[in-house]
């Protein structure tokens, strides 16, 4: 019974990082104006009838702020590669030197930064409700236990606990977000 207590709020505490983990992921393909690997990290290419991730089949590279280079492991993928980078709709236009592919990173405008803060908040507020969606549920495990015999200044010293797991991961949460929203608005 005290353990499978504890594993609430073990699962809920895992279940926390995972959202906090993903918030983190989705905020890396935001595009501050600076050229990043990680923007190109969604993209697929076909590669002998199979989709591959772009990083499988070439090297990603930023040589400087404004330019990244794809530097694919066969010249036969150099095509296959502009194609998937098209079709991903970036707004990005890939350049093909032969041996390489070169990507400019436009500078952002000052409407499409706010854009991009406001789709950064959106995802921390996904992040949020995912938080006390793991919260919740935690805390329904929690009061089923005690009702079923679970000693009650226990659960009430998990449910605490439950409770400062949440509000620590929603600092961090605002934390990322704002460090993000700096990042897209530091010209």
Same mark, same amino acid.
């Given at each position: ?24 992921? #989705?905020?890396?393909?935001? +595009? ?31 040589? %400087?702020?404004? &330019?990244? =280079? ?22 990005? &236009? ?16 000052? #409407?499409?930064?706010?854009? !991009? =803060? ?17 919260? +919740? %549920?935690?805390?329904?495990? !929690? ?9 009650? %200044?226990?659960?009430?010293?998990? #449910? ?9 991961? &929603?600092?961090?949460? %605002?934390?990322?977000? #704002? ?9």
């Amino acid at each position: 019974m005290q353990e499978d207590a504890e594993q609430y709020v073990s699962e809920a505490k895992g279940s926390m990082q995972k959202s906090l983990d993903h918030l983190k992921q #989705e905020l890396s393909k935001i +595009r501050a104006g600076k050229a990043s690997p990680d923007m190109l990290s969604g993209i697929s290419v076909p590669y002998y009838g199979n989709q591959t991730p772009l990083n499988q089949v070439a090297n990603v590279t930023s040589s %400087d702020s404004r &330019t990244l =280079v794809i530097q694919p492991w066969e010249k036969s993928m150099i095509a296959p590669i502009e194609k998937a980078i098209f079709e991903a709709n970036l707004g990005l &236009t890939p350049q093909n030197d032969g041996d390489l592919v070169r990507i400019n990173i436009p500078a952002l405008t000052e #409407e499409r930064r706010k854009q !991009l =803060v406001k789709q950064a908040k959106n995802f921390g507020e996904e992040t949020k409700v995912s938080l006390r969606s793991a919260r +919740r %549920d935690a805390m329904e495990h !929690l009061k089923k236990a005690i009702k079923e015999g679970y000693p009650e %200044d226990a659960g009430k010293r998990l #449910e605490d606990e439950v409770e400062q797991l949440t509000k620590s991961y &929603t600092n961090k949460v %605002d934390e990322t977000v #704002e460090a993000k929203e700096n990042d897209i608005m530091t010209l």
